[in-house]
């Protein structure tokens, strides 16, 4: 720690810790924590959310990396750790697992990975550049979906599409969501916390699930590539969000079931319409009996395609 009597102005890499490097501020003297000691902080604190330090390191662009052997939820532990650290210091902490017994998707459904499949959380404390937070979704959707054509090459982009609002679909089966939690200091956004699944290479979790990779083919290799790949292409499509508009147009190209016409649950009743659009709020727009209803995300659940 190293204590500074009058204010400093950090540049390079460091500059974008700046305005998290006051810890105490005394009545002549302010202590600054240097970069090193931020991160020790942060993995100290990352350590024990995770019950354990990890067991691998690496460094992948701004994102830091860490992995552990297993735990229950990467979400739930990395908003724990968010609780109690200080303001910032966990932005870019990617965690990672082999095993996760109680992942949780939309709505509380649970959700495990094997091994042979991808189980990671993103931590983001900056200010995003959007007042929209569906945005974030957004571009989180499309950087999975890039990442995987990237490490996957015999996968065809026409085959890899999103469900509204979370799901990763491949020839029209799931392969993986995403979960995001965002929390909110007032009216202002803190942080979130970007749980990612994907079913790689183990068995799928329920019927109407399938993998990435074909049955009989290793993962361990594309699992590292596509870490790898979700992190870079994530920061790529974060500074995108400047032009959340751009984003959404982007987001329809990939829309599972765009103009088809499908089933959803609501309150208990059956809704019936063609799937005309996603709003810049994240809501779903159905054409029904000539009539456009919006739903929230969570507000209605997905029964399927209509025949053709």
Not at 188 to 204: K, R, V
């Amino acid at each position: 720690m190293v204590l500074q009597c009058a204010p400093e102005r950090f540049s390079g890499s460091s500059r974008r810790y700046a305005d998290r490097m006051v810890l105490a501020v005394l009545p002549t003297c302010a202590k600054i924590a240097t970069v090193e000691d931020l991160h020790t902080l942060a993995l100290s604190h990352l350590s024990k959310a995770m019950g354990t330090p990890p067991l691998t390191s690496r460094s992948e662009g701004r994102w830091t990396a860490l992995g552990w052997a297993e735990t229950d939820s990467t979400n739930s532990r990395a908003m724990r750790a968010l609780r109690t650290s200080p303001v910032g210091i966990l932005d870019h902490f990617a965690l990672h697992v082999d095993h996760q017994t109680a992942g949780r998707g939309q709505q509380q459904r649970s959700w495990a990975a094997s091994p042979q499949d991808l189980a990671m959380t993103l931590i983001l404390e900056h200010k995003l550049p959007t007042r929209t937070p569906f945005a974030l979704n957004i571009a989180v959707s499309l950087a999975v979906v890039q990442a995987i054509e990237t490490s996957i090459p015999a996968i065809q982009s026409k085959d890899l599409l999103i469900k509204w609002p979370n799901d990763i679909m491949l020839k029209g089966a799931k392969a993986g969501g995403i979960l995001i939690e965002n929390s909110w200091r007032g009216n202002s956004w803190s942080s979130a916390t970007i749980g990612i699944g994907l079913n790689l290479a183990g068995t799928p979790p329920f019927p109407n699930a399938t993998r990435l990779i074909p049955e009989g083919q290793s993962s361990p290799e594309v699992l590292h590539t596509l870490r790898q790949a979700i992190l870079n292409k994530t920061d790529d499509r974060l500074a995108e969000m400047v032009h959340p508009t751009s984003l959404l147009q982007q987001f329809h190209q990939r829309l599972f079931g765009w103009g088809q016409r499908q089933r959803w649950q609501l309150d208990g009743q059956e809704v019936r319409g063609s799937l005309e659009c996603i709003d810049i709020q994240g809501r779903l727009c159905v054409n029904s009996n000539g009539k456009q209803q919006c739903f929230a995300p969570g507000e209605v659940g997905w029964l399927g395609l209509e025949p053709l």
